[in-house]
């Protein structure tokens, strides 16, 4: 009979990016259950300290579950077609005015039923998982009536119960200007404020509240009243903010103890001190950059000389994003904006946890939960460095095993 304990694990010889930095030498790494035990360095390892453990192999980079902290995965429809049509010149606004962009997402989203929307979403959701991601965030804001938000709300929670995944949710009411609502943007705000966001905090949908303030969704007095309202249910805020122009959302958003501000590629100095006074995490979105073929970059060297965290997220989405490869965002983060493999890496991992309220999470560390990814590279860098899917050998959620190869 085996004397190996199933709930104890071990890896050594494995370097471990920790969700901050790397750790300068070779590690075994001890779980129990669904939290990691110990990291010990192999100088000082000694066999008797993993007596019972099942041996999960040598060699290879060890860091936390990968946290993808802005998604929009739950919709309906396709748009391609706009995809082609910016590809022959037509910007993003445009679009947007035209009837296209987000309400042309919502039209589908509204016909679709709770069972088409997870269905359509789950393979979406697998690819992430797949991608090593352990913890993400999904989004409503294509629905815009109360119970087509809260219908996409729904299906972001049975995603979370049916994918080994912890899937943390965000009204989105404030996303763009449904059409019956075409002239009397402060009545479709007074909706959100008054029975959206009461709707979404009595049913527990939402964990999260987020705008979009800019000059083709709302203004920033607008999403600060959506705020208020957030705030009287005891919601936390986000926003995306600063993507298009500079409005000032950014600011406004740090004044109410924002947990993000997300895009900022039109972010200024104000911003950036706002940010930084609130311990608020600014969330790059590559994805969304690349994909809209946008020039102006978001002020990076002035984040980092702030010492305002960085996240680092996918922006998946079927318009301005449809990317679903998480480690993609690493590399695109880094040959982009210029972000270091380090701090993409941590954009993703400890960043991305605080930006979604987790703050300590996305770390490896005693105690630490075991949401974990094991792969087949010989330092860390190598994950931004290189877009190569099959890299993953083995992903811990909570403790448990469920990808290995």
Not at 198 to 207: F, G, M, R, S, W
Request: hydrophobic share 45%; glycine share 8%; aromatic share 6%.
């Amino acid at each position: 009979m085996s004397n190996t304990n199933p709930q104890r694990r071990v890896w050594r010889d494995i370097y471990v990016f920790d969700g901050l930095r790397t750790l300068p030498e070779p590690m075994a790494v001890i779980t129990e259950g669904a939290r990691v035990a110990s990291l010990v360095s192999m100088r000082e390892f000694d066999e008797k300290l993993v007596e019972g453990c099942h041996d999960m192999g040598r060699g290879g980079v060890m860091t936390p579950g990968l946290v993808d902290c802005h998604t929009h995965l739950v919709f309906g429809g396709s748009r391609a077609d706009e995809f082609e049509a910016r590809l022959e010149g037509v910007s993003y606004e445009e679009i947007a005015r035209r009837g296209g962009g987000i309400l042309r997402t919502v039209t589908a989203t509204r016909e679709a039923s709770e069972d088409e929307l997870f269905e359509l979403a789950k393979p979406r959701l697998e690819a992430m998982i797949a991608d090593g991601v352990t913890t993400v965030e999904i989004k409503s804001g294509y629905g815009l009536t109360v119970e087509d938000e809260l219908k996409m709300l729904r299906v972001a929670r049975r995603l979370g119960e049916a994918l080994p995944v912890r899937v943390v949710t965000t009204l989105l009411g404030a996303h763009a200007l449904p059409p019956e609502f075409k002239s009397d943007s402060d009545g479709y705000i007074d909706l959100v404020c008054q029975e959206m966001v009461p709707a979404a905090a009595k049913e527990n949908l939402a964990d999260a509240v987020d705008v979009f303030c800019e000059k083709i969704a709302f203004s920033v007095a607008q999403c600060e009243r959506v705020f208020e309202a957030a705030e009287a249910h005891s919601l936390p805020i986000k926003a995306h903010a600063e993507q298009l122009s500079n409005l000032g959302g950014t600011a406004m958003a740090a004044r109410h103890g924002a947990l993000s501000a997300d895009h900022i590629e039109f972010l200024d100095e104000t911003g950036i001190a706002a940010l930084r006074n609130a311990g608020s995490v600014a969330v790059i979105l590559p994805g969304a950059f690349h994909t809209l073929r946008e020039t102006q970059q978001p002020p990076i060297a002035a984040l980092r000389a702030a010492g305002v965290p960085m996240a680092v997220a996918t922006d998946a989405n079927p318009g301005s994003s449809p990317l679903f490869m998480p480690s993609l965002m690493l590399n695109l983060a880094c040959t982009l904006f210029r972000l270091t493999p380090q701090e993409a890496l941590a954009g993703m991992t400890a960043h991305g946890a605080t930006a979604l309220g987790l703050k300590g999470e996305g770390r490896i560390h005693a105690g630490a939960m075991a949401d974990l990814c094991v792969w087949d590279i010989d330092t860390p860098a190598a994950l931004a460095y290189a877009v190569q899917p099959g890299r993953l050998r083995q992903r811990l959620f909570q403790g448990e095993l469920t990808h290995a190869v």
